[in-house]
Structures are given as structure tokens and as C-alpha cells.
Nanobody, 126 residues
Framework: QLQLVESGGGLVQPGGSLRLSCAAS????????IGWFRQAPGKEREGVSC???????????TYADSVKGRFTLSRDTAKKTVYLQMNSQKPEDTAIYYC????????????????WGQGTQVTVSS
């Protein structure tokens, strides 16, 4: 069964850290890129970062300027899991975070992704 499952969300204080996981199953992961998106209350969903799952390419692209230098994307191809490490978190990072897959390469356009996880809530508050 094709699945993307996010985990690791929760409540964190400003300045704190969380690591989100996106576990993939049911398809050949190396043919895809995995992107992270987020949707804050009352706002449109935005692209955060993306990484190719090709074994010969290990490059992550950050789309959201607001997270550059704070969020890091990595992967474990053996575990079929992508990790979003979020440091120095701010209240404006509060959102539901989703991972999604796109065939072959990354894209900042959410319409280019064909399979989505259910999302995980991240709340940054004191």
C-alpha cells in the first residue's frame, strides 16, 4: 500500500527544536523526490524544502526563505525515511507539516506532487 506517514510533530517553545519524519512505503522511493510543505492557520500551503531520493544525488533544496539556516532536510534511503530537522523555531513556524512525493525531481509547486501524507501538527508557543 502506497503511503507517506509523517511523525514527530508536537508543542515546542520558541528557540527549540523538533525533528519530523516522513516514512515512505509501497513504491520505489529512489524514483521520487520528497518535499515538505506546511500550512499555517488561515494561510495557503507553502513549500518548505525538498530532497531527491536518487542514490546518486543527495541534494536538498530549501524553498521557504523564512527557514533557511534553521531547517535541514536529510534522508535515510535504507529506512525509506526523510527527516526535517527544525531548529531555532519561531511562533510563525506553527503549522501542519506535510510530506509529499514527486516523480523524479523536486519542485516548489505543490500541484506537481501526487501523493501526500496526513500531516503532523507543529505548534511553537511558550
Amino acid at each position: 500500500q502506497l503511503q507517506l506517514v509523517e511523525s514527530g510533530g508536537g508543542l515546542v517553545q520558541p528557540g527549540g527544536s523538533l525533528r519530523l519524519s516522513c516514512a515512505a512505503s509501497g513504491f520505489t522511493l529512489e524514483n521520487y523526490a520528497i518535499g515538505w510543505f506546511r500550512q499555517a492557520p488561515g494561510k495557503e500551503r507553502e513549500g518548505v524544502s525538498c530532497i531527491s531520493m536518487r542514490t546518486s544525488i543527495n541534494i536538498a533544496t530549501t524553498y521557504a526563505d523564512s527557514v533557511k539556516g534553521r531547517f535541514t532536510l536529510s534522508r535515510d534511503t535504507a529506512k525509506k525515511t526523510v527527516y526535517l530537522q527544525m531548529n531555532s523555531q519561531k511562533p510563525e513556524d506553527t503549522a501542519i507539516y506535510y510530506c509529499a512525493r514527486r516523480f523524479t525531481a523536486c519542485s516548489p509547486n505543490q500541484n506537481d506532487y501526487d501523493q501526500w501524507g496526513q500531516g503532523t501538527q507543529v505548534t511553537v508557543s511558550s
